[in-house]
């Protein structure tokens, strides 16, 4: 929690005039997820600085951690989806403005940020949107209904990918207010030092590996994108190519994809990986999680609009392999990009299993000094780009822009 401490000088010169400003962020629920954790982050910063940091959403896992971060949560319907409650959301949404004389809305999700739309415009308010995911739109209605994160009168999107995502198919409803704000990451909580060997000997107990194991880790929610069946496939051929004491972990929750548990265990028990591959559910200290592993994976088959294990990752020393899809490339330097000497992890083919085999012994192959050096080169490109200080100030300056603009 170092950002909670952090002084009014530490963030750019203009966001003094934030002090005492009561800034509202909107989310469905605050669980685990990118969008979620900013939500947080942004909550602490702006407290930091001594502004109100309201957060209108159900509730979730990371309250607790709002509230210690200074935040207040004030509990919200804006899961809801049913578009005659969310038509009654807008007034409710108002009224909360008024009573707690919110000066900014900060939409993080679709279906609210309908409805903070409608009350922001009706009370005259600076709105914002940050664009976390690459929404995905078939019909004219869904890209209808995916416009509204591009309606902000400042559209931040997390990656530039994600940045040219909206100037193709939104450029109407965003114009030039889209400005990239990577994701950042907390490197006082993300660093080697700050976890204990303890912490992650007890996870590797947890996940029922032994000493001498090598962990490969995807730590992701269980759904089919994110390419649980692409590493499992991959593990199989590791195996098949001798290369010894592997212990693949799936960490995340399945969000209720029952089906989708029962087809990876199905996949796992077909591959003849059951002493390799293992699902352990949700895991709440992720920095002993990638500290305990040997590699990361992020094998996903669908764009990701950031990618924030592989920065976390790198920030923690673990070397990582990542789908050259999506916004995940930006995070990791390799080549064709990027010389083998500047490399901080791999990129291989979305869905290409015999690749993604291929980089994962790569890295577990590495000698004591090119693991070091690329250890090095991984953390020195996290601190340079990807850092929560320069999120949370970034964020903070355009709450100060559009104050500035509205007074």
């Not at 989310?27 to 947080?40: N, W, Y």
């Not at 971060?69 to 008024?98: D, E």
């Not at 880790?217 to 991959?234: E, F, M, N, P, S």
């Not at 000094?369 to 970034?394: K, Q, Y």
Request: glycine content about 10%; overall charge positive.
């Amino acid at each position: 929690m170092g950002d909670v401490t952090r002084s009014l000088s530490s963030f750019p010169a203009d966001i003094d005039v934030l002090a005492g400003a009561r800034v509202l962020q909107i989310i469905p629920e605050l669980d685990a997820g990118g969008a979620e954790r900013t939500t947080v982050d942004v909550a602490g910063a702006l407290a930091a600085v001594g502004a109100r940091a309201l957060v209108a959403t159900e509730g979730g896992r990371l309250i607790g951690e709002l509230q210690a971060k200074g935040g207040q949560w004030l509990r919200f319907p804006a899961a809801s989806k049913n578009p005659a409650r969310m038509a009654l959301n807008v007034a409710r949404l108002m009224a909360l403005c008024r009573r707690e004389g919110v000066q900014i809305v900060h939409a993080r999700s679709r279906a609210p940020a309908w409805v903070a739309l409608g009350a922001a415009r009706r009370l005259g308010l600076p709105f914002v949107t940050t664009y976390h995911g690459s929404y995905s739109g078939r019909t004219g209605v869904k890209v209808l209904y995916n416009s509204v994160m591009a309606r902000g009168d400042v559209v931040i999107a997390n990656s530039r990918y994600t940045a040219d995502l909206i100037h193709r198919l939104h450029s109407e409803q965003a114009g030039d207010r889209v400005r990239v704000i990577h994701r950042g990451t907390d490197l006082a909580v993300f660093n080697p030092v700050s976890v204990g060997a303890g912490r992650v000997e007890t996870l590797r107990r947890a996940w029922n590996v032994a000493p001498h194991e090598r962990v490969i880790l995807l730590a992701a929610r269980l759904t089919a994108w994110k390419g649980h069946r692409v590493l499992i496939d991959a593990a199989a051929q590791m195996r098949d190519r001798g290369v010894p004491d592997l212990a693949v972990v799936l960490a995340g929750d399945p969000q209720g994809r029952a089906s989708y548990e029962r087809e990876l265990d199905a996949l796992i028990a077909a591959r003849g990986l059951g002493g390799i591959v293992r699902r352990v559910g949700h895991c709440t200290d992720m920095p002993a999680a990638f500290r305990a592993a040997s590699v990361v994976a992020v094998p996903s088959v669908e764009p990701e609009a950031f990618g924030r294990s592989a920065v976390e990752a790198q920030a923690l020393g673990t070397p990582v392999v990542v789908s050259d899809l999506g916004a995940v490339p930006e995070t990791v330097l390799a080549p064709p990009d990027a010389s083998a000497s500047q490399r901080t992890g791999w990129r291989v083919p979305p869905g290409d299993a015999g690749a993604l085999a291929s980089a994962l012994t790569e890295a577990l192959s590495l000698g004591a000094s090119a693991r070091d050096a690329l250890v090095r080169r991984g953390r020195a490109h996290v601190e340079a780009n990807f850092s929560l200080e320069r999120m949370t100030g970034d964020t903070l300056a355009v709450y100060a822009q559009l104050l500035g603009r509205h007074a």
